[in-house]
């Protein structure tokens, strides 16, 4: 029999029997569908974090985190080696959903504008700090999550460093400003009241947050 591919399948032809009342018979195999790990690895990732959001770390199980991937236990296992290894991409799934927007920050956009979309102002924000603020706490004692935090605080700290060396030579800050001090004051600042927040929500609605991170950042901005 010939054998034809057309769009993904495999079609064999039939021979014309010599009988007229003889059927034709077809046989079809259907390539298999092509998967995107690295995606799925994310996927899985953000729903663990979700259900860390819900019922905190020691209380999240694998058959959760399944249930809210649409997946089961054995497609997170063939991922990721067991739990302990599942938090740590939630955690560094967190920490570069975080770092998105500074990724794409440039020289044009406020300093204070952009240190406002990390703020706990809306729930996804709210569950990801509460998320951020229980590894912060599993990191005193795991080395693992400690070198993911380190490396989060760094490119946090050279990013907006960057912005500010870049806003410098624009002429749009004083460059009386000390890049790297200036950012780790910001960080610091944003780091407050995420955990303010995250422990007193209803202390902190988020036209407080908006307004006392802009008189806390401001005067530390002097255009030039």
Known sequence: MPIEAVSGFLFFQPCLPPLA??????????????????ARRRDI???????????????????DVARAANA????????????????????????????HALRHATPDD????????????????LRDWRVWLSFFGRAVGDPAMARINKAYYEEFRDGIAGLIRA??????????????STADAIISVVDGFGVRTSLEREEWPPERQRQQLEAMLRPHLPPR
């Open 21 to 38: 009342h003889q059927r034709n018979f077809y046989i079809i195999t259907v390539m298999p569908k092509k998967i995107d790990h690295n």
């Open 110 to 125: 406020d300093l204070v504008e952009l240190a406002a979309l990390l703020l706990p102002v809306d729930e996804q924000r």
């Open 72 to 99: 089961t236990t054995g497609t997170i296992t063939h991922y990721f080696e067991g739990k302990d290894a599942l938090l740590l991409a939630a955690l560094d799934r967190l920490a570069q959903d975080i770092l």
């Open 167 to 180: 806003q410098q030579k624009l002429g749009k800050l004083s460059r009386d400003i000390a890049p790297a």
């Open 45 to 63: 990732a953000r729903a663990a974090i979700s259900v860390i959001g819900e019922q905190g770390i020691d209380n999240t199980r694998l058959i």
